[in-house]
């Protein structure tokens, strides 16, 4: 690829943080609070997060499962604000550290000069509580854009977030490099035509990262020289 690197763009949830304990728990919370007799465990979480977005989660969930249940456009609305919520005020209480290697690669990419941005299927919200615990709110800056839940109904595998990316920071998909934790992950980006680099989460370990350009338990030994060298080559 003759493009420098120039952007990196990151996934948030298993990438950033291994966040998707703390939803799974949040999500049975809130499911509790509202009296419906749902819990979550972790198998069955793993292959719910086929489903992209925590409001597309619980009503997959609900549909499978729980057919019979009316109201499900209210529910789904009320428990996801509510599991919010939760999930938020947990995260705030700092017990979701960035993985091994993410604040490294963020600061070398900065002192590089490169473009720092976010394509996630998770909300603002949760993004906020994210950068607040893990940076003391200075993480907001460093980022040229987020593009979250909102920005793109179509969740990942959708390639709508990351085009929305490339839409607002005005460079071509060939610029820059994508990092993932997971499958959908990597079908969104590389949809978009954007190279991946993986770390394995601990609910994406041992699936199939076919199409991403290079996968890595985590991003502890990766430098900005290695995603250089794997964008050349992509
Ligand atoms: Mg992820």
């Known amino acids: 690829m003759v493009e420098p690197l120039r952007a990196l763009i990151f996934d948030v949830d298993g990438t950033l943080a291994e966040t998707e304990e703390v939803h799974r728990l949040a999500f049975n919370r809130a499911f509790e609070e509202a009296g419906i007799p749902w819990s979550w465990d972790r198998t ?3 292959a719910l997060l086929a489903v992209s977005g925590g409001k597309e989660r619980i009503r997959a969930y ?3 499962h729980d057919p019979g249940r009316t109201g499900i456009d209210a529910l789904v609305r009320d428990v996801h604000a509510r599991k919010t919520e939760i999930y938020t005020g947990m995260v705030r209480e700092g017990g979701v550290p960035f993985r091994p290697g993410v604040a490294r690669l963020i600061e070398e990419a ?3 000069g490169l ?3 976010v394509a996630t299927t998770t909300t603002r919200a949760n993004v906020d509580a994210l950068l607040d615990a893990n940076t003391g ?3 907001h800056g460093w980022f040229a854009t987020f593009a979250c839940a909102d920005d793109a109904p179509p969740k990942k595998p959708d390639p709508m977030v990351y085009r929305v990316v490339l839409e607002r920071i005005g460079l071509p998909a ?8 997971s499958p959908n992950g990597v079908a969104a980006a590389t949809g978009a035509g954007i190279a991946v680099v993986v770390s394995t989460s601990v609910y994406t370990d ?3 990262f076919t199409g991403a350009a290079a996968v890595f338990p985590d991003f502890g030994s990766v430098t900005l020289d290695d995603l250089r060298s794997i964008h050349t080559k992509a």
Request: with cysteine; glycine share 12%.
């Open 115 to 117: 473009i720092l941005a």
């Open 44 to 46: 069955l979480y793993r």
């Open 206 to 208: 041992g699936d199939d």
């Open 137 to 139: 709110g200075t993480g």
């Open 174 to 181: 060939s610029a820059c490099i994508a990092l993932e934790d």
């Open 62 to 64: 609900a549909a499978d």
């Open 110 to 112: 900065r002192a590089a």
